[in-house]
């Protein structure tokens, strides 16, 4: 399954891994892509979708900080450099992924994630 919000159409647009970090992406104003897990990293639909949403865009791949978020971050960005998008990788600072990584910054959450 695959989720989209677009709060700014000339923003970056966020690949994270799951509901959660989909969810804490859109509340942060990002424009997101969420991807139901790891394992559907290479997903038509989530490949259709980045493809119709990602031109123009810088794309920021923030899967978990763990192997298959790894793996995750890897097969979106090569995706996306593959057919001609421009693509980073986030690296999650701190905690597990994007979540836990807004709960633990607190109050400083909005220049971390800047």
Known sequence: ???TIEPDDNADLIIPEGQGDYLTAVASGCSTIA????????????QDTILALGEGRRILV???NDR???KFNEKIARFCTDNGLQAHILDIER?????EWRQ??????AKEFA
């Not at 905690?95 to 979540?99: F, H, V």
């Open 1 to 3: 399954m695959v989720w």
């Open 35 to 46: 991807v139901r897990g790891a394992s559907l990293a290479g997903n038509q639909r989530v």
């Open 62 to 64: 923030a899967g978990d």
């Open 68 to 70: 298959a978020g790894r």
């Open 95 to 99: 905690g597990g992924d994007l979540t």
């Open 104 to 109: 633990i910054a607190g109050d400083s959450w």
